[in-house]
């Protein structure tokens, strides 16, 4: 009897250990990236900045679904990227087989293209992408996906800001700056989550705000900084949904593997 009676007790304590840990961790407060100050647009963008700079180059390899019906044979490619801060872009598609799809590189403005079906390379810049025909909304939803991967928000110093306080995000309207594509010249909505300090979401509209393009954010995980001594992360979405719609077209990329903070070698862009 005394050993039950001792084995019992014993369990009895293991017990509410436990229950007072289960407590704890249910009522531990979420605390967010954010300043605990009444929170202005421009703090908000801020600590955005400030994450984007922490991402000097990434490279990745992803699944891209695309619904458009001028390029039905594109419905689903793997495709690797490459980027260096603060616009340099490859983008190349490969079938399941490993067949190229395209190789697309943007740097300085600029961007030159190559698919397989076409002799010559399709060179223009990054701000009127119409040289690219039936491929112009997959890249430009593509590209337009990459910032929201990177948290990248085109603004510039006399963009108009307000700011609106939601429950659990924060959304920011903003006149748009200069950005890596040609899209709409309305305002953007930034839809911030209020506890991560994550981009959920970009909507570009047009001047009589309806939206145009919209860009979804999800499946967010640490990818390690491959820069850091101390073994940090980045918090990065793995996949991205943009749609567009004018065309009622959509590209979705779901990330496989990201690297951050490897630089790339300058014969990464190079376009032979």
């Not at 603060?86 to 190559?114: C, E, K, N």
């Not at 305002?187 to 911030?192: K, S």
């Not at 979405?237 to 567009?244: E, K, T």
């Amino acid at each position: 009897m005394p050993h039950r009676s001792l084995l019992f007790l014993a369990w009895s304590v293991v017990g509410l250990l436990l229950f007072g840990l289960a407590a704890c961790t249910r009522l531990a407060p979420v605390r967010s990236p954010l300043p605990d100050v009444a929170l202005t647009p421009e703090a908000i963008l801020s600590t955005l900045r400030e994450r984007e700079a922490n991402l000097e180059s990434l490279k990745g390899l992803f699944q891209v679904d695309v619904q458009t019906s001028a390029l039905s044979f594109l419905s689903r490619v793997r495709g690797t990227l490459v980027y260096q801060r603060p616009q340099s872009i490859r983008i190349t598609g490969i079938t399941f087989l490993g067949g190229p799809v395209f190789d697309f590189v943007a740097r300085g403005g600029t961007y030159v293209l190559r698919v397989p079906w076409q002799p010559n390379v399709i060179v223009g810049r990054v701000d009127d992408l119409t040289g690219l025909g039936e491929l112009r909304s997959p890249i430009q939803l593509s590209l337009g996906a990459l910032q929201v991967l990177l948290g990248n928000v085109p603004m510039t110093a006399d963009s108009e800001v307000r700011l609106e306080d939601e429950s659990y995000r924060y959304t920011i309207h903003l006149s748009p700056g200069k950005s890596l594509l040609d899209f709409a010249d309305g305002v953007q909505h930034v839809w911030v989550d209020r506890y991560s300090a994550q981009i959920r979401a970009i909507d570009y509209l047009t001047a009589d705000e309806r939206t145009q393009f919209a860009f979804t954010a999800s499946d967010f995980r640490a990818v390690r900084d491959e820069s850091s001594a101390r073994g940090n992360s980045i918090v990065l979405p793995f996949h991205v949904q943009a749609r567009d719609s004018a065309t009622s077209g959509s590209v979705t990329l779901t990330f496989l593997e990201l690297v951050a903070n490897v630089r790339p070698s300058e014969k990464a862009f190079d376009f032979r």
